[in-house]
């Protein structure tokens, strides 16, 4: 299972001071060094914390793969078109949100999404969709053509009792079983972190996981190198 590291948080404490540091950039590169596959940066439409220029520079450095998180809007889109990263995420984004609440709902937006993702791929550009973990969204996703789906784990990460964490577990990876079989790529992410990924580990249709604030968090303690290191162990244990 490979890492996506998602270097958002370094930005937002940038932002705390309105300078230049922390830089995202360094992080992607001490990330990429550690082993990381691929940087997650979300250019949210009010840049509450990696901006444009963050977006470029990213491009411009990441050798392994840029994945641009983002809502599908027009003014987002022009950019990501203009940038041309490696693959593009599609979230759904509320203005006051925390983080990401919750996957599209792909089912009631089918056709604008096939349209997103046609105007993606007539320029190159992979797809991912990032959905809950139910039957009918990874349906919907796959009559989109995308070619990814990451899959929503907030609601597994946010569960307490065992009963729950199991339960949120097996919807995980009914989604997961079902997205491979209509020949998706299966992605996961969303409050993971060191003591919640193995299971997640376990489901072999999950080719790759999205980790941020735990990873960053983690890192403000070990540095950036070690952190990823210790994520990746859990991934390859
Ligand atoms: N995947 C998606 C689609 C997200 O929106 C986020 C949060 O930016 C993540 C993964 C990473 O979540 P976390 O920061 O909780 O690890």
Request: proline share 3%.
């Amino acid at each position: 299972m490979r890492l996506a590291v998602n270097i958002d948080h370094v930005a937002t404490i940038r932002e705390a001071r309105g300078g230049i540091e922390p830089d995202p950039v360094h992080a992607a590169v001490l990330a990429e060094l550690a082993g990381a596959a691929g940087i997650v940066c979300h250019l949210r439409e009010d840049r509450r914390h990696i901006n444009d220029r963050d977006v470029r520079a990213l491009r411009d450095i990441v050798t392994t793969k840029l994945d641009l998180e983002m809502a599908a809007t027009t003014e987002i889109i022009t950019i990501a078109l203009e940038i041309e990263p490696d693959l593009v995420t599609i979230v759904p984004e509320k203005r006051q949100e925390l983080t990401t609440e919750g996957g599209l709902n792909v089912a009631d937006n089918e056709v604008f999404l096939t349209e997103v993702v046609d105007m993606f791929h007539d320029r190159g550009i992979a797809v991912s969709l990032f959905i809950e973990p139910e039957s009918t969204q990874v349906e919907a996703a796959a009559r989109t053509g995308c070619d990814i789906i990451e899959l929503h784990t907030g609601t597994y990460a946010n569960a307490r009792v065992p009963g729950e964490v199991d339960r949120q577990l097996v919807r995980i990876r009914n989604a997961a079983e079902r997205a491979a079989d209509e020949g998706l790529v299966v992605t996961a992410g969303h409050g993971l972190h060191l003591r919640n990924l193995e299971p997640i580990t376990k489901i072999h249709q999950i080719e790759e996981v999205s980790i941020g604030h735990a990873l960053i968090a983690h890192a403000l303690f070990v540095g950036m190198d070690r952190a990823v290191r210790d994520y990746l162990d859990v991934l390859r244990n």
